[in-house]
Structure formats: C-alpha cells, structure tokens
C-alpha cells in the first residue's frame, strides 16, 4: 500500500512539474490601436470646449467632463455612436486632404461624449454631415483647432480606435434610491466602454450578483434593493473586443449614499 502511495504522489508531482496543475487562464488580450479610416469633423459648441453641452446624450455632466476629459471630446454620428455604446470611447484623429490642415497634420486624441444626431432636411454632402453612414466627429472647439483652421468649418480626416490612457480607476457614479439604483460609469480605460455590469453587497457570493440593465449612454439600472448597510461589489464587462472583466470592490464603501460618486483602484487596460 506505502508503494502505491508513493507511486501516486511521484505521478502527481510529475503532473504538476508538466504544468498542468495550477495553470492560470490566459488573460485576455489588452485593447489595441485598430487601423486608420476615412471619416471628416466639424467643431460645436462654446468655444471652451467646456460643459454639459459636450456630454448631454451619453450622460457626462460639466464636472465630469471638466475633471475626466477636459476639452478632448467629440459628439459622434450614429453609426459611431452606436446606441450609446460608443460613449467613453478614444478616438485619435488627424487632418487629411485639406489646404485648412495645420502644418504636418498633428493629431488628437479625444473621448466620444456625446451624439451629433442626423439632421434629415439636409444632404449628406451638404450639411447633413451626421447623417448615415457617415463617421463623422463633431468635436469641442479647442481640439477642432489643434487639427485645423477655424474657417475651415468641415474637414476631412482619419481616424483610429485607440486604447482609452485614464488615471486611476473606474469611476461609479450613483443615483436612484436603496431599492434602484441608476449606475453612471466613467473614467474607463482599455476600449473605454461597458457591456454589462452587475453588483452585489460586499461580503456575499458571487451567485448574488444582480445584472444591470443598459439604460442610456454610460448608466445602468440595477433593480434590487441594495440597502447601504454594507459596501458594493461591481463586475464590469467590456463591450469591445477583445472583451475584458474586472471586480471594482473598494470603491463603495459601507454607509454609501446616492449623488455622490466614487472611484475604485482598478481599471481595463
């Protein structure tokens, strides 16, 4: 009996040092730079490039756009936009093709904001610049000019998906109540963007997550009481591939409260 004993624990040692014990799933691949395509940028709003005006349809605020992206933001057409999956999104655009360039075409990197809705009594070609199929960025004024000149109005670009650059971690903003909660998601990094979220109390397993459902832009609506007795555990699910998880659960502490909003320390990269 000690022989077999033995023999199996050889055997299993032998298993083990084949590296079949303990052998970690791959992590999936980072977010990376996708190629150049043709699209074409006009500029909107106040000339500062600051407020509520630049992240109305995927739900940023001022403040957020002020402290989160500064003046490095685009309102995008439809099919960019993408049912308010676009929202979070980085963009390196730069001027092509136009005498309004500036010199050697530098570029910019901007986060999409908001949406530059179609405007159907105009064509495609001639106002109408947001209409489908176009992939069009209707940028903040300061990040418009670093591209061109003003009296340019339109210009012709190319732009590309780039990995979002965001200091610290995600950041979850709450409003609602103890029994509903609607989950503002910022400050994302990697692709930038969310398809699905889902929370539970700290403390309970991981069968209790409840899922969120996608209401608008960055928010998702939880439907389960919550109470504030004990802290949040968030999993987060990137929406572009290749499609990333991650747990935020230091950012809502016990006694949490709605209206305010809270940052955790990891983030998609």
Same mark, same amino acid.
């Given at each position: ?125 001639? @106002? ?98 919550? @109470? ?26 016990? @006694? ?14």
């Amino acid at each position: 009996m000690a022989a077999i004993v033995v023999a199996l624990i050889m055997a299993a040692a032998q298993v083990a040092s084949a590296g079949y014990y303990y052998q970690q799933p791959a992590a999936p691949a980072p977010y990376k730079t996708s190629d150049w395509q043709d699209g074409s940028a006009t500029f909107y709003g106040d000339d500062s490039g600051l407020g509520a005006d630049f992240g109305g349809a995927c739900g940023f605020g001022a403040n957020d756009i002020l402290s989160l992206y500064s003046t490095y933001t685009a309102a995008l057409s439809t099919p960019l936009f993408n049912q308010g999956n676009g929202c979070g999104q980085c963009y390196e655009l730069r001027c092509v093709k136009s005498p309004w360039c500036n010199p050697g075409s530098p570029s910019v990197i901007i986060t999409g904001t908001n949406l530059c809705p179609p405007n159907w009594y105009l064509p495609n070609d001639n @106002g109408g610049w947001c209409n489908p199929p176009r992939q069009h960025f209707d940028m903040a004024p300061p990040s418009f000019l670093r591209l061109a000149q003003r009296v340019a109005g339109i210009i012709p670009i190319q732009f590309r998906r780039v990995p979002c650059q965001r200091p610290g971690g995600v950041r979850l903003c709450l409003q609602g109540n103890y029994y509903w909660l609607l989950v503002y998601v910022m400050n994302v990094a990697g692709s930038g963007d969310v398809s699905d979220l889902a929370v539970k109390r700290a403390g309970e397993p991981d069968y209790n997550y409840a899922h969120a459902s996608h209401n608008w832009g960055i928010t998702y609506q939880v439907f389960r009481a919550m @109470g504030n007795a004990h802290g949040l555990v968030f999993k987060l699910t990137s929406y572009s591939s290749p499609q990333q998880t991650i747990v935020v659960d230091d950012a809502i502490p016990a @006694g949490w409260s709605t209206g305010l909003c809270y940052q955790g320390s990891n983030n998609f990269y």
